[in-house]
């Protein structure tokens, strides 16, 4: 007696859910049939242009054509169109075959159940399955769509406009086709003299700025820290309270204040220098000034955040270890040395690589304070402190480069991720994840 | 020789409070001479004394009554998309990062790994895909569509959530769970309360998220009665920066209070949220 498997799992083959109501669960097979039909009323007329528009990217360009004695203007193929909606139904049929699988599986697994002379679960015990031993799958279910759908899809689509001529001036749609070009946007960033300069002035400013943004922000929150948790230092919440404001106040607000307080010409801080008989700074128009002042004003926003952190791990380390370095007669600053500073660092490394790979990709302060500027004459599109992201965002709107854009975040992106996944594969909850009990 | 010690320390204590008064007032600041300057009359960046002569709260009603900015509109629209984006993100972060700590199944490395990946892209990167989806779903230029994005994005940020549940003692549940509690009642009635402090970080973040962004909102939202604040006071600055600094610190006074107070009261939580996350890195 083993034919109802093979039985169930054939009819599943052919029609999604007849397995289900061969085996006898009504209620799942019409669940199952429902999807079915939907996806292939969904699906049927959309799924052979969406391949011819992924692969072909269109083929008839936006003209004139003549109509009996007048000129009638024909809409061509729009390839950006083609390729997200293309992708979108290649997305929805991925989903759809990934239910079909599980459906024969279903009736597979039932029938092998009725085979060995059981019944099969009506709907109420295969809920209750699915809520107890599949409950993970279910509660992420959620999550994993909206995830599939508004990032994953989005993202994939960049990564294959890098692999595209989609630039201004020759190739925006509906005007005229994009077609797929391989490596030539990557070769040319990096070969092409006006873009490989650019490219690698921002890269190096780049990695100056994190460096030095994660450096004073996470010394700075560290200086704080222990400057108020320290022994005779009375209303400590008064002072914590104090320094956490920067953080409470929005970004987006305290920036663009930080913009008109650093006004060369009418702003309070070029006023007080001036008040003191020192000349106007030019805080936010020269190149080197306007650096630093992008770090000072990461250092305001940035500083809370650090300060935080190590207040809570300054409480969570053993007084003991203190005392017995006040018995040996030690001196703050040796027991700063030997007890507090390797014990924040050690409790902190990850997070400092997050703080880096963060500072990266740190568009707001940028953005905000400066928008890149001041211009760079020898630069592409990009100012002097123009961040990689900040260059991206203005290649995408402001000068529709949208290649161009997307190979320089994947290079972006490959080198916060191996940063990213490094420090996480060291850091303690990916290797001690079992051990909390 | 116990004297010199003791004056030794007194000098230090002093040199101690000196810089924290002297970072103190680098943090006030700012704060302070934008709250200033919104009740300054006139509309100048400059003023020659830090307080002025006199106090006023026209700029205040000016954002309200003044055609051109439609605040009040922008309010509303934020409060309504911050409040639904804190609300359904808080759900789906919980949700999943509830199980991705505390259950073990196939492929959960993978997911882990996928979304702490997923979370490096530069998010605007994706900007004109999502853009293009919400076209063709009919989504923009209304507020569905930000939420929608917001909160579906919003997982990818709850690493610090699964690292809070990764801390609670895996016993708990498992003496619920042979008590015959579900899966379901273990989470709602045993670890919704415990994670109140987790709680309220993520909803405050999601909140002050959704409230602030502007790069996004920027680009979905099209007509001036759909705006927020954000988007609203960008383009102030962009426009009349230096020709209506007053009213620009106005709007921007009513944009960081509520979210600054908030940020003050919940301190004792945002900081157990932080930490909780932050020794698992």
């Known amino acids: ?437 | 020789m116990k004297l010199g010690q003791k004056s030794a320390n007194g000098l230090s204590l002093i040199i101690r409070y000196a810089i924290l008064v002297v970072l103190a007032v680098c943090a006030l600041y700012p704060a302070i001479w934008v709250l200033v300057s919104s009740l300054r009359p006139g509309t100048s960046l400059f003023s020659p004394t830090f307080f002025p002569e006199q106090f006023t709260f026209i700029h205040y009603k000016e954002l309200f009554t003044n055609d051109r900015y439609q605040y009040g509109t922008w309010y509303v629209n934020t409060l309504k998309i911050a409040t639904l984006s804190m609300l359904f993100s808080t759900i789906l972060i919980t949700l999943s990062m509830y199980s991705l700590s505390r259950f073990r199944f196939k492929g959960r490395q993978t997911t882990l790994t996928i979304l702490l990946v997923l979370g490096m892209f530069p998010g605007f990167m994706s900007m004109i895909a999502i853009f293009i989806v919400l076209l063709q779903l009919n989504l923009l230029d209304t507020h569905a569509a930000l939420i929608l994005v917001y909160s579906a994005g919003s997982v990818l940020g709850g690493f610090i959530v699964k690292g809070f549940y990764d801390t609670i003692p895996r016993s708990l549940d498992e003496a619920a769970r042979i008590d015959g509690a579900s899966h379901m009642q273990v989470f709602v009635k045993i670890m919704l309360p415990l994670s109140k402090p987790m709680l309220t970080y993520v909803a405050l973040t999601s909140f002050t998220g959704a409230w602030v962004d502007f790069i996004f909102a920027r680009l979905v939202l099209r007509s001036k009665e759909n705006w927020t604040l954000a988007v609203g006071m960008w383009d102030l600055v962009n426009t009349s920066q230096n020709s209506n600094f007053t009213l620009f610190a106005a709007g921007s006074v009513l944009i960081a209070i509520p979210i600054t107070l908030l940020f003050v009261f919940l301190q004792r939580f945002l900081v157990q949220g932080l930490t909780a996350g932050a020794s698992k890195g």
């Open chain 1, 1 to 437: 007696m083993n034919r109802h498997r093979g039985i169930a799992a054939i009819l599943s083959v052919l029609v999604m859910g007849l397995g289900q109501l061969y085996n006898r669960q009504i209620v799942k097979g019409l669940l199952y049939m429902a999807v079915y039909a939907a996806a292939w009323i969904y699906l049927i007329p959309q799924l052979g242009t969406a391949i011819w528009g992924v692969v072909t990217l269109g083929e008839k360009t936006q003209g004139f054509q003549k109509v009996g004695k007048v000129m009638v203007r024909v809409e061509g193929d729009h390839s950006i169109y083609l390729l997200i909606s293309g992708l979108i139904t290649l997305f929805v049929f991925a989903v759809f075959l990934i239910l079909y699988i599980l459906n024969i599986r279903d009736a597979y697994w039932t029938g092998k159940r009725r085979d060995q002379g059981e019944q099969p679960a009506g709907f109420k015990q295969s809920w209750a399955h699915l809520t107890d031993k599949k409950f993970p799958y279910l509660m992420l279910s959620l999550p994993a769509v909206g995830v599939l759908f508004f990032t994953i899809m989005p993202i994939i689509f960049m990564i294959m406009l890098a692999f595209t001529n989609y630039a201004s001036p020759n190739h925006i749609p509906p005007k005229s086709l994009v077609d797929w070009v391989g490596f030539e946007t990557f070769t040319n960033l990096l070969t092409l003299k006006t873009w490989s300069g650019t490219f690698f002035g921002v890269l190096t400013w780049t990695v100056i700025w994190a460096i030095i943004a994660t450096v004073t922000t996470y010394f700075g929150g560290m200086l704080v820290a222990l400057l108020v948790e320290s022994k005779s230092i009375r209303f400590k919440k008064m002072w914590r309270t104090i320094f956490i404001l920067p953080y409470a106040i929005p970004q987006l607000i305290s920036l663009l204040v930080m913009r008109n307080l650093f006004n060369g010409q009418f702003g309070p801080i070029n006023q007080y220098l001036s008040y003191f008989g020192l000349g106007k700074l030019p805080w936010l128009t020269d190149p080197l000034w306007a650096k630093v002042t992008v770090i000072l004003v990461n250092m305001w926003v940035g500083i809370p955040v650090s300060m935080v952190l190590i207040m809570g791990i300054l409480t969570a380390i053993p007084k003991d270890l203190y005392e017995a370095a006040d018995v040996d007669g030690a001196s703050g600053l040796q027991k700063f040395r030997i007890i507090t500073l390797p014990f924040v660092l050690f409790s902190t490394a990850p997070i400092l690589i997050m703080q880096f790979a963060g500072n990266i990709n740190n568009f707001n302060v940028i953005f905000l304070l400066t928008n890149g500027d001041p211009v760079n004459g020898n630069y592409q599109y990009a100012g002097s402190t123009d961040l990689l992201v900040t260059w991206l965002y203005k290649l995408t709107l402001n000068n529709s480069q949208f290649n161009m854009s997307a190979a320089i975040g994947i290079i972006i992106f490959i080198i916060i991720a191996t940063l990213s996944i490094w420090s996480y594969r060291r850091s303690k909850s990916y290797k001690e994840e079992d051990m909390i009990q």
